[in-house]
C-alpha cells in the first residue's frame, strides 16, 4: 500500500481514537508529546491534519499528518510509522455488541479489557508518571492502566458488567450509588496493568501493580490466576531467566540483547513459582540454563535456594546459575544504572551446584568460589569489593539504606588521607540518624574513634596539637551545639587546624601571652534534623537523608523482630564489625590520581556546582583508595582512579547529588512526595491534622514542613479556620521523578562515553 493510499484511507480521527485520544468541543486537547496542562493541540479535520501551539513542544512549527502524529507518538523511524499505520488500519475495534456479547470467552473478554487498558496508557498522567519513576518505558513493554471508568458513561453496559463481576473486574458492593443505581468496586483500580497469558498466547488473567505504592495493597491478581508473565517461553530456549516479579521481567524485557538472546517468566513473588511455571520449563527439551534474578535480599536468596533445589528434581542435570542485582532488586537497579548493566551482571552470573545454599554465595574467593575470604587482603583483592563490602555492613546491623551506608563508610574512612570528608546525617526526630552515624563508627578500629554527645564552646581549643590527627569524631546532635562550638567546628573542617592565643605562666609564675595550635586531620559523622543550615558553612560536607519511608520502616521492624525471636544469630553483627575493622586496618595511605578528572561534569542544574565537583571527585579518590589493592599506581606510588571507580562512586553519591539539585532538603522531599501520592488531584484539600495523624509524625516536625512548603510556594492556603484547622493544596506539583531520570542519564551517558573512548 502506497502512502498516498495510507493517507486517504487512515483518518486523524482514527489514529486519536487508537491511541485512546479524544478533543474537546473545539477539536482540541492536550499535547500528546509533551507535558500540557491547558489543550494547546489542535486538531484540523477538515485537512485531516494536526499543529501544537506550545513553543516547548519536540512538535512545534510542524503541520503533522497522520504518518507524522504516529511517528511522534511512536518515536520511530518514517518506515516504521508507515507500518504501523498499515496496523491501524487493519486494526478491528471490537464495537459495543462485539466487545461485550455474552458469549465471550474468558480469553476474547480479558483480551478485549487489556487491549482497552493498554490504549488507557496514552491519556493516564499518573500512569505516565509512574512508568518514569520505575524506568519502565511502554513503548518498549506491554503494558495497561486501570483508571477505573471502563464501566462508566458511554461504555455502561449490562452484559459488561455482568462479564467482569463474573472474572472478578468489578465487586459488588450490594450498595447503591449517588444517583440511585448499583454502585460497584473496581478491582485494580489506579494500577498498571500486565497480561499473563496461556501457551496460545491468549490472555487468561490480569496483573496489577498499584501506582499509588501502599504498603499493605500493591499487588493484585485476578481471581482463578493462570498463565505466565510474559508468555510461554519459545520451545527452543536454551537459556531462561526466572525473575522474582513482573516488575523486575518487565525491567529486563527493555533490554534487546536479553529479549534477543534469553527466554525469561517472572515468578509472582518468593512463594511464586507455580505448578504452571514448572510444568512450562519442563517442555522446554533444549533448555541448558535456568538463570535466577530474585531481589538481593535475604527472602529472595532463601527463594533462590529453595527453587533451585525443586528445579534440579525436576529437570536433572540443568545448569543453575545466579544474577545478583547490584542494588535492592532487577528494577531498581535499572533506574540507578543504564540497561548495559545487565549485560554485565549475566557475563558476572554465579554457577550454583547441587543441595547449596544461597547464603554461600554471598562472596567470591579466589581459590574456593564457596569460601569467603580467609582474611582481609584476599577480601580486598576481590572483585566488586564495594558490592561485597555492603554485604558485610548490612551483616553489621544497619539495615537498608544501601548506598547511604556505603557512602558514609567511604567518608569516614578518609581520616587516613590528607583531606578528610564530613557527612551531616539528615533526619526528623526518632528517625534512626544517630543509629546509623554509631554503627558506621563502630567499624572503624576504635581507637581511632572519638565520640561526642555535645561539645562546649572552648572545648576543642584544649586538645593537645595531635590529639585529633588522624581520628573519626562522631557528634551525637550537631543541633545542640552553641554557635562558638560551631564555628570551632567549621574552622576545623574547612582548614583543618585551631588557633588560639592564650595565657600561660611561665618557669617564674608570671602570665605570658602564647600561641596554641591543634592540629584537625578527622573526618567527622554528625546527626542533624537541619542540615542545610549547617552545609552551606561547612566545606567537604555531604548531606545524607534518612530513609524515612514506610518500606524502611517495615525492614527496621522485621530485623528487630527477627533479633528478638532468636532468628538472627547474635554473634553475626559482631562478626562483621571484627572483619570490617581488620579491612581498615589493612588500608594503606595513598595519593590518588584521576586521570578522567578533565571528562567528568555535574549537570547545570545542579546548585553549588563547584562545591559538589569538588565532593565528586573527592567520592571518586575514596572509591580508587578503597580498592587500592585493584589498582596500579604511578612511579610516584600515586593510586591511578579507574573508569569502574567513577561508576561506583555515581551510584553511591547519587542521591547527594539530587539532594543539591533539590531545592527541598532529604527530609521534606520524602514528605513531599507522600504528600503528593496522598492528595493526588489540583483541588483536594487537607488539613495539617489528617497528614499529622497518616504519617504519623510529631506536630512540631509537621509545623516545620509545612511552613517551608509555604515558604517555597509548593503549598498554599485553601480556606479554613484556626480554630478549626486550616485547609491546604498543593500548589506547585513538580516532576521529581523525571528530574532524577533526567540527572541519572546525563551522569551514566557521561561514563558510558568514557568507556567507549578506551
Known amino acids: 500500500m502506497e502512502i498516498t493510499q495510507i493517507k486517504e484511507q487512515l483518518t486523524i480521527a482514527n489514529v486519536l481514537h487508537y491511541y485512546g485520544l479524544k478533543t474537546d468541543k473545539q477539536s482540541r486537547l492536550n499535547c500528546p508529546f509533551h507535558e500540557d496542562k491547558t489543550p494547546s493541540f489542535q486538531v484540523y479535520y477538515k485537512t485531516q491534519t494536526a499543529y501544537c501551539f506550545s513553543l516547548s513542544c519536540k512538535t512545534h512549527g510542524k503541520s503533522m499528518d497522520v504518518i507524522d502524529f504516529i511517528l511522534y507518538k511512536e518515536n520511530c523511524t518514517k518506515h516504521e510509522a508507515i507500518n504501523k499505520a498499515k496496523e491501524i488500519l487493519n486494526h478491528k475495534e471490537p464495537n459495543k455488541n462485539e466487545r461485550y456479547q455474552q458469549d465471550l470467552s474468558r480469553e476474547q473478554f480479558?483480551?478485549?479489557?487489556?487491549?482497552?487498558?493498554?490504549?488507557?496508557?496514552?491519556?493516564?498522567?499518573?500512569?505516565?508518571?509512574?512508568?518514569?519513576?520505575?524506568?519502565?518505558?511502554?513503548?518498549?513493554?506491554?503494558?495497561?492502566?486501570?483508571?477505573?471508568?471502563?464501566?462508566?458513561?458511554?461504555?455502561?453496559?449490562?452484559?459488561?458488567?455482568?462479564?467482569?463481576?463474573?472474572?472478578?473486574?468489578?465487586?459488588?458492593?450490594?450498595?447503591?450509588?449517588?444517583?440511585?443505581?448499583?454502585?460497584?468496586?473496581?478491582?485494580?483500580?489506579?494500577?498498571?496493568?500486565?497480561?499473563?497469558?496461556?501457551?496460545?498466547?491468549?490472555?487468561?488473567?490480569?496483573?496489577?501493580?498499584?501506582?499509588?505504592?501502599?504498603?499493605?495493597?500493591?499487588?493484585?491478581?485476578?481471581?482463578?490466576?493462570?498463565?505466565?508473565?510474559?508468555?510461554?517461553?519459545?520451545?527452543?530456549?536454551?537459556?531462561?531467566?526466572?525473575?522474582?516479579?513482573?516488575?523486575?521481567?518487565?525491567?529486563?524485557?527493555?533490554?534487546?540483547?536479553?529479549?534477543?538472546?534469553?527466554?525469561?517468566?517472572?515468578?509472582?513473588?518468593?512463594?511464586?513459582?507455580?505448578?504452571?511455571?514448572?510444568?512450562?520449563?519442563?517442555?522446554?527439551?533444549?533448555?541448558?540454563?535456568?538463570?535466577?534474578?530474585?531481589?538481593?535480599?535475604?527472602?529472595?536468596?532463601?527463594?533462590?535456594?529453595?527453587?533451585?533445589?525443586?528445579?534440579?528434581?525436576?529437570?536433572?542435570?540443568?545448569?543453575?546459575?545466579?544474577?545478583?542485582?547490584?542494588?535492592?532488586?532487577?528494577?531498581?537497579?535499572?533506574?540507578?544504572?543504564?540497561?548495559?548493566?545487565?549485560?554485565?551482571?549475566?557475563?558476572?552470573?554465579?554457577?550454583?551446584?547441587?543441595?547449596?545454599?544461597?547464603?554461600?554465595?554471598?562472596?567470591?574467593?579466589?581459590?574456593?568460589?564457596?569460601?569467603?575470604?580467609?582474611?582481609?587482603?584476599?577480601?580486598?583483592?576481590?572483585?566488586?569489593?564495594?558490592?561485597?563490602?555492603?554485604?558485610?555492613i548490612g551483616k553489621a546491623g544497619i539495615v537498608g539504606e544501601e548506598n547511604s551506608r556505603m557512602l558514609l563508610f567511604l567518608i569516614i574512612i578518609s581520616y587516613l588521607n590528607k583531606s578528610p570528608l564530613h557527612a551531616l546525617v539528615q533526619g526528623s526526630s526518632g528517625s534512626g540518624k544517630t543509629h546509623i552515624i554509631s554503627r558506621i563508627a563502630d567499624l572503624m578500629p576504635q581507637e581511632d574513634v572519638l565520640r561526642f554527645t555535645r561539645i562546649t564552646e572552648s572545648s576543642l581549643y584544649n586538645w593537645g596539637e595531635f590529639d585529633l590527627f588522624q581520628k573519626v569524631v562522631i557528634i551525637e546532635d550537631l543541633d545542640g551545639l552553641k554557635e562558638d562550638a560551631l564555628y570551632a567546628l567549621r574552622e576545623f573542617i574547612s582548614n583543618q587546624v585551631l588557633r588560639s592565643s592564650v595565657t600561660i605562666k611561665d618557669k617564674k609564675g608570671n602570665n605570658k601571652s602564647s600561641h596554641k595550635i591543634v592540629k584537625g586531620q578527622f573526618s567527622s559523622l554528625s546527626a542533624t534534623t537541619k542540615g542545610e543550615t549547617y552545609e552551606d558553612n561547612m566545606s567537604r560536607s555531604f548531606l545524607i537523608a534518612v530513609d524515612e519511608s514506610k518500606e524502611q520502616t517495615a525492614r527496621i521492624i522485621e530485623y528487630q523482630n527477627k533479633r528478638n525471636a532468636g532468628e538472627i544469630d547474635l554473634n553475626e553483627p559482631n562478626k562483621a564489625v571484627n572483619f570490617i575493622q581488620s579491612i581498615v586496618r589493612h588500608l594503606k595511605v595513598y595519593e590518588v590520581i584521576n586521570p578522567y578528572a578533565t571528562q567528568l561534569h555535574l549537570p547545570e542544574k545542579v546548585h553549588k556546582i563547584r562545591r559538589l565537583n569538588e565532593m565528586y571527585q573527592a567520592v571518586i579518590k575514596q572509591v580508587t583508595f578503597l580498592n587500592q589493592y585493584q589498582r596500579k599506581l604511578t612511579n610516584n606510588n600515586q593510586l591511578i582512579t579507574e573508569i569502574e571507580d567513577i561508576e561506583q562512586a555515581t551510584e553511591v553519591l547519587f542521591e547527594s547529588i539530587i539532594l543539591k539539585v533539590d531545592e527541598l532538603d532529604g527530609s521534606l522531599r520524602q514528605f513531599f512526595e507522600r504528600l503528593k501520592k496522598h492528595v493526588k488531584t489540583e483541588n483536594e484539600e487537607f488539613l495539617q491534622r489528617e497528614i499529622r495523624q497518616l504519617f504519623n509524625i510529631s506536630k512540631t516536625q509537621l509545623q516545620r514542613f509545612i511552613n517551608t512548603l509555604l515558604e517555597l510556594e509548593y503549598i498554599k492556603q485553601s480556606g479554613g479556620y484556626n480554630n478549626k484547622g486550616i485547609k491546604y493544596k498543593i500548589a506547585y506539583w513538580d516532576n521529581h521523578q523525571k528530574l532524577r531520570a533526567e540527572i541519572k542519564d546525563f551522569l551514566y551517558n557521561q561514563i558510558q562515553e568514557l568507556k567507549n573512548k578506551v
Open 110 to 392: 480479558l483480551g478485549n479489557m487489556y487491549q482497552y487498558f493498554k490504549n488507557a496508557i496514552s491519556n493516564s498522567k499518573p500512569a505516565k508518571e509512574y512508568l518514569q519513576s520505575r524506568s519502565l518505558d511502554n513503548k518498549k513493554i506491554e503494558v495497561g492502566y486501570n483508571g477505573g471508568q471502563f464501566h462508566h458513561g458511554a461504555r455502561k453496559d449490562e452484559t459488561l458488567i455482568n462479564q467482569c463481576l463474573e472474572y472478578g473486574l468489578l465487586i459488588d458492593k450490594n450498595i447503591l450509588g449517588r444517583t440511585g443505581e448499583k454502585a460497584y468496586g473496581v478491582f485494580g483500580k489506579w494500577c498498571i496493568v500486565f497480561a499473563l497469558r496461556n501457551k496460545e498466547n491468549k490472555v487468561v488473567s490480569l496483573y496489577f501493580r498499584s501506582t499509588l505504592n501502599e504498603k499493605e495493597s500493591k499487588h493484585f491478581y485476578l481471581k482463578n490466576r493462570q498463565g505466565l508473565y510474559p508468555n510461554y517461553p519459545n520451545v527452543n530456549t536454551k537459556k531462561l531467566i526466572l525473575t522474582e516479579s513482573i516488575i523486575d521481567g518487565a525491567s529486563l524485557l527493555q533490554v534487546n540483547k536479553i529479549a534477543d538472546n534469553y527466554s525469561l517468566l517472572a515468578c509472582y513473588g518468593t512463594n511464586g513459582l507455580t505448578e504452571e511455571h514448572i510444568k512450562a520449563i519442563k517442555e522446554l527439551k533444549q533448555l541448558e540454563e535456568i538463570i535466577f534474578a530474585f531481589d538481593n535480599d535475604t527472602a529472595g536468596k532463601e527463594a533462590i535456594t529453595k527453587y533451585a533445589n525443586l528445579l534440579l528434581e525436576e529437570v536433572p542435570g540443568i545448569k543453575i546459575s545466579v544474577l545478583e542485582p547490584i542494588n535492592k532488586d532487577i528494577n531498581e537497579t535499572l533506574q540507578l544504572h543504564n540497561e548495559e548493566i545487565f549485560i554485565e551482571l549475566l557475563d558476572q552470573r554465579t554457577e550454583l551446584n547441587p543441595s547449596f545454599s544461597i547464603e554461600d554465595k554471598t562472596t567470591e574467593q579466589p581459590t574456593t568460589e564457596s569460601q569467603k575470604p580467609s582474611n582481609a587482603i584476599d577480601f580486598l583483592k576481590r572483585k566488586h569489593l564495594l558490592k561485597n563490602l555492603n554485604i558485610e
